[in-house]
């Protein structure tokens, strides 16, 4: 009973007496089935670190500094998110203070993935072509870098008046997972969120929501998971900004179910948390809603598109 005991700790119950019931009649097949998903459980396991932190107005140096001190306490991560434009909070003026893809912004992602040995994932303003872009970018410990450039400009802020929307969705496949990356304002527009056949496992999206809306981010982020079955993480910023917008943080955990594993509001906290693929697969294979999703694609690449 012992390997039934495990299982169940990963496993929704109504999952679990299902699959007991269908191998009822082979113990043996049964207790061999449950070792193997149990190992592959182990291996399958993601530990993410979500950094809700304040933010220095338009200062990129003190920023890495403050957040080198919190990723100085982490251990053991996989990965590491910090909110949206963490070198500089929400700023209209990228022509100040925009770095390139070569700037010391990024060098410093880079020696924090190598020092931790994990993925960090973040936002920043960078400059390329003569245009700027709300850029996240995803830097793996051996310093490559993957980035999605934000698709839904806020325009309510003018965001769309100083930067360049992307066009093209990111996926990482990470440790075994798929994991898709957005920034924010996208979370409001759920096609382009969409998880036709299970694209992805989980959904990262890292803002500087402001607490005046803070119903919003949380129903969304809630809305997203249990709509693609995937878990949802949502990292999301604390303090004032130079605009004098406040900042309440709600950063959450979201799993498949829509079940809320963690929320944390209204203060600097570094939290580990951890990820099980099985219950992704899990949840799918109890509830295939999935497959009876509509089948239609954007005008440009899309989650779940042929292209």
Known sequence: MRIYDAV?????????????IKQSNNRQVMTEIWVKSELSMIEQNLKVTLVQTDLVWENAEQNREHIERHIAQITGSDLI????MFTTGFSMKPQAIAETMTGPSIQWMKAMAAKKDCAIVGSMIITENQRF????LWVNPDGS??????KHLFTFAQEDHEYTA???PLVVNFKGWKIAAFICYDLRFPVW????NGHYDAAIYIASWPARR?????SLLQARAIENQSYVIGVNRVGQDGNQLDYDGHTMLIDPLGEVLLHEMNHEVVKTVQLSL?????????????????PFVLNNDVLGSDA
């Open 166 to 168: 992307g066009n093209a």
């Open 193 to 196: 969120s969409r998880n036709v």
């Open 278 to 294: 099985s219950h992704v697969q899990g949840v799918r294979e109890h509830f295939p809603f999935l497959k009876d999703a509509d």
């Open 81 to 84: 998110i910090l909110p949206e």
């Open 8 to 20: 169940w700790l990963h496993l929704d119950p109504d999952l679990f007496q299902g699959l007991f």
């Open 214 to 218: 803070s119903a919003h981010w949380c």
């Open 133 to 136: 872009y709300n850029r996240l």
């Open 145 to 150: 870098v993957a980035h999605y450039d934000k």
